[in-house]
């Protein structure tokens, strides 16, 4: 036995002593950080930051899986691209709800929209705000010794409890100068950990009159004489890709050109600030994780439970990964954010949080026990009640339309793209996408889905006898799922 310990020994000198000096180092504070953990001596003492670990979460602005590593073969996202070959890429990431702020803030607490309270929009008007005694990932991960950044769109209300200890100020919609803004900070920060939230205003539709000019070029943020910094690529109309849900018509293709225009500009914006991780020295401690707060800005996708309004880009690369490129199966949602987040940082995860930790998983394809996600919607703009509850599964998917005599209330910028517009002056009975426009207006109270053989959501099996027992039995995981999350909208399965 001691002769074996004594070349194991040996090995292990030899393999240290190969070691590149960056990797000792790293190897050294984690068995440092591990040592000051177990012994009980951080206690009552400053953190230590000797097994610093930084994370940067960048949320886009309405952006669907219209880039490369997903299978577009037009659109230009090289540096989105590389990310997902050096990290992991899910293939099956859902929001909760396809809506700006209330998207927001489940993935700042990792609790579902009806339980924190932001249950709309949060400017203006709308004034939706999360209940004050909701703790957000900023929060939890202050108190954890971490600096912790905002750069962008936040959408979220009280700021005290979505409370940043730092906000760089820059044009949302230039990714390129926001990456260049945090330089700065990132510079200044060598050993005490962080976590920067990176919020691009880009895709989101811009606003306009539709009948002032239907395929004005800013409508998308872009602008003739561009951005400081970024590289604008210019797409044909007649070369984009329609999907199903959209009508394949000429306004339809120039909006989404302009749509594209935008998302390479966030590109643009996401390779920066790659660039000032590695310049200031954090790129390889530090985690990276890719999102969308909801579906593209065009009807049939944001503000609805329908697949193009919740199933997302999701891209992360964790630094002490030893697989990378990876194509994950898992069904995630955004409520998985905040707890990954937290292990990751070596945090407390609360057990009041919706959602679970997807760390262990990120090397793995196929991981069991991750079939089925959960959706919840009740506003977008103050205007727009229309409560929506989903449970999706491998096969079947649920959604129970709680107000469904209401008809559907469109956005004001959907309403006013002029996608929307050159179909419904054609009447109701006009089909957008593969829906007709008087079908998508007013819906039953369930949609129930077989994805494998209706993967576009057009044909409802709700009154289908030979699905009864399926109908039944999702109906029933709703309930649970309501009554576990303590969802004011359980009620209505009663009294309505």
């Known amino acids: 036995m001691f002769r074996g310990s004594k070349k194991l020994l040996t090995n292990s000198s030899q393999w240290l002593q190969n070691l590149p000096p960056r990797s000792f180092i790293r190897l050294v504070g984690l068995m440092l950080g591990q040592i000051l953990a177990f012994c009980g001596l951080i206690g009552g003492m400053e953190p230590a930051f000797a097994a610093k670990k930084n994370v940067v979460l960048i949320v886009a602005d309405d952006h669907g899986r219209d880039l490369g590593c997903y299978g577009n073969p037009v659109i230009r996202t090289p540096n989105l691209d590389q990310l997902a070959a050096e990290g992991t890429r899910f293939e099956y990431a859902f929001c909760t709800t396809a809506s700006c702020s209330p ?13 924190n309270g932001q249950y709309g929009l949060q400017h203006a008007y709308h004034h939706f705000a999360s209940f004050s005694n909701i703790k957000s990932l900023p ?15 936040l959408h979220v209300d009280p700021p005290e409890v979505y409370r940043f200890n730092e906000t760089v100020k820059a044009n949302s919609r230039n990714g390129v ?23 691009p205003t880009d895709p989101h539709r811009g606003g306009g009159k539709v009948q002032e000019s239907p395929y004005r070029p800013d409508r998308f943020g872009n602008r003739p004489d561009g951005y400081p910094g970024v590289n604008e690529q210019v797409y044909d109309p007649a070369q984009v890709v329609v999907p199903s849900f959209l009508p ?27 660039q000032v991780l590695k310049e200031t020295g954090h790129w390889e401690d530090t985690l990276v994780i890719y999102c969308s707060d909801n579906g593209i800005p065009f009807p049939g996708a944001k503000t609805t439970v329908y697949e193009p309004g919740i199933r997302l880009p999701c891209i992360v690369r964790n630094p002490y990964a030893q697989r990378r490129g990876l194509v994950c199966r898992a069904m995630i949602t955004w409520a998985d954010l905040a707890p990954t987040i937290l292990e990751f940082a070596g945090a407390k995860v609360p057990p009041t949080l919706h959602g679970r930790s997807f760390l262990s998983i990120l090397e793995e394809e196929n991981p069991p026990g991750w079939d089925e996600i959960y959706a919840s919607h009740t506003f977008h703009e103050v205007t727009m009640y229309y409560p929506m509850r989903v449970v999706r599964e491998r096969r079947y998917k649920l959604i129970w339309n709680i107000a469904w005599p209401l008809p559907f209330p469109f956005a004001s910028d959907l309403w006013e793209a002029a996608t929307y517009q050159d179909r419904l002056s054609l009447g109701l009975d006009t089909l957008y996408g593969k829906r007709r426009i008087r079908d998508y207006i007013q819906r039953p109270a369930f949609e129930l889905y077989d994805l494998e053989s209706d993967p576009d959501e057009t044909r409802n099996l709700a ?29 209505k399965w009663e009294r309505e």
């Open 103 to 115: 998207s927001r803030s489940v993935i700042l607490t990792g609790m579902h929209n009806h339980a």
């Open 139 to 153: 929060v939890y991960l202050s108190e954890a010794g971490y600096r912790t950044i905002l750069v962008g769109k």
């Open 248 to 274: 394949d018509t000429p306004a339809c293709r120039a909006e989404l050109a302009q749509y594209y225009q935008s998302v390479s500009r966030l590109d643009q914006g996401v390779g920066r600030l790659i």
């Open 463 to 491: 009154d289908d006898p030979a699905h009864a027992a399926t109908l039944q039995r999702l109906k029933e995981k709703l309930r649970e799922f309501q009554q576990k999350t303590r969802d004011p909208w359980i009620l």
């Open 177 to 199: 100068e926001m990456a260049e803004r945090c330089r700065a900070v990132l510079s200044s920060l060598p050993d005490q950990p962080f976590f920067l939230y990176f919020c």
